[in-house]
């Protein structure tokens, strides 16, 4: 069986992320079988125009995003908690996933399965962000990782000077979350 291939995102565009952090530990301690890929274009995405949400007219570097996801067995996103909610970058980037216009490209989200976690230096993580980030895959019907939830609260106490994850608990979370994620994509590609 050739391994799965899963774009992993970063919601914060900040290059010492704790949550980018977390999907370069995602690719370390991937319990196996995944090729994670993380998304480096997420500063390049425009905002939302419906009157470019074409496919004659859609920016390059949107389509390519499109491509990527419709084509990956899976999703990883990390996301920062920002005012209660996800960054308005992530939010942007998934609103030009979310469409089809034409009705001729299909839906790059949809049924997609797709894994959440997050990471802050608050007491109590992102969970409200990640709440807020179900809400709209409820949208996009994708198939959303319910447990385990991975909120990494504190997060600067759980990496090291030099970005890596050391916190053995976290790291544990991770593996379940990469193993849950690895399940639904099993039962998405049995059901093709």
Do not use: C
């Amino acid at each position: 069986m050739t391994a799965s291939t899963i774009l992993a995102i970063s919601g914060s565009l900040r290059a010492s992320s704790h949550n980018t952090q977390l999907l370069r530990a995602a690719q370390k301690f991937n319990p196996g079988g995944q090729e994670i890929e993380i998304y480096e274009d997420l500063r390049e995405i425009p905002p939302y125009d419906l009157d470019l949400d074409t496919p004659e007219k859609r920016p390059a570097v949107v389509e390519e995003l499109r491509r990527r996801v419709a084509e990956a067995d899976g999703l990883l996103i990390a996301t920062p908690e920002f005012n209660y909610s996800i960054p308005g970058v992530l939010k942007n980037a998934l609103d030009w996933l979310s469409t089809d216009w034409t009705k001729t490209e299909g839906l790059p989200l949809h049924r997609k399965p797709v894994a959440i976690l997050g990471a802050a230096p608050t007491n109590f993580g992102t969970v409200r962000a990640q709440l807020a980030l179900r809400q709209v895959f409820v949208w996009t019907d994708s198939d959303v990782v319910v447990k385990p939830e991975v909120h990494v609260f504190r997060s600067h106490e759980r990496f090291d000077a030099d970005g890596n994850l050391t916190d053995e608990t976290t790291i544990g979370l991770l593996q379940g979350l990469l193993t849950a994620l690895q399940a639904k994509i099993d039962a998405s590609k049995a059901a093709a």
